[in-house]
Every structure is written in C-alpha cells, then in structure tokens.
Nanobody
C-alpha cells in the first residue's frame, strides 16, 4: 500500500491550506485515516483523524481551525487548515490503517509534506 500526499507549502499567518492524501494498494478496506505532524527534534503528534464512518477527532491545538474529511470511494483523506499560525509549521504526515481481511490491520504513513506558516 502507498499513501501520497499533496498540498503543502508556504502561507502567511491567518491563511489557509488544504492537504490531500490518496491511498493505493491491494487492501480490503481502510479503517482510520488522518494526519500527524512533526517538527525537528520533536515527537510526531496527532493533528486529526477520521473513522471510516466519518467521525473526526482533533488535537486541541487545531480544533475549530482545521477540518478533516475523507472520500471512501477515492480512498482519500483531506485536511482543510484555516487561520494558520506560525506554530502550525511542521511536516505533515498522512496516516491510514489498512485491513486485509486476515491478521491484524497495518498502519502506514505517507512521505510527509512541509507546511510553513510565516508570521
């Protein structure tokens, strides 16, 4: 399986960006999808996840500013980021849990996309 992200970039404080991630491969289904982020020297942290039924979960730091959504037909997850702040600057990683029908589900990560918010 593979997760390919797009949509990162440079934006002024208060601006918006939309991240996209599409999964491909020979899986039966995808359970949780979402986004994490990481800055140099820090642990990767949760940004937002969404279940296959569409129930979202947000980190407190982004609640009310970011919206996670998914398209189960396209095996895609999106992150709409509004009111961006310099502290949102990080590499953002797409995440998905793949189910193959037998055995345990497998977690996978995208390659990461840089988001830089200028003050």
């Amino acid at each position: 399986e593979q997760l390919v992200e797009s949509g990162g970039g440079l934006v002024q404080s208060g601006g918006s960006l939309r991240l996209s991630c599409t999964a491909s491969g020979s899986f039966l289904s995808i359970t949780t999808m979402g986004w994490y982020r990481q800055t140099p020297g820090e642990q990767r942290e949760l940004v937002a996840t969404i279940s296959n039924s569409g129930e979202p979960n947000y980190a407190a730091s982004v609640k009310g500013r970011f919206t996670v959504s998914r398209d189960n037909v396209r095996n895609s997850v999106y992150l709409q980021m509004n009111s961006l702040k310099p502290e949102d600057t990080a590499v953002y990683f797409c995440y998905a849990t793949f189910y193959y029908g037998l055995g345990n589900p497998i977690d996978s990560w995208g390659q990461g996309t840089q988001v830089t918010v200028l003050s």
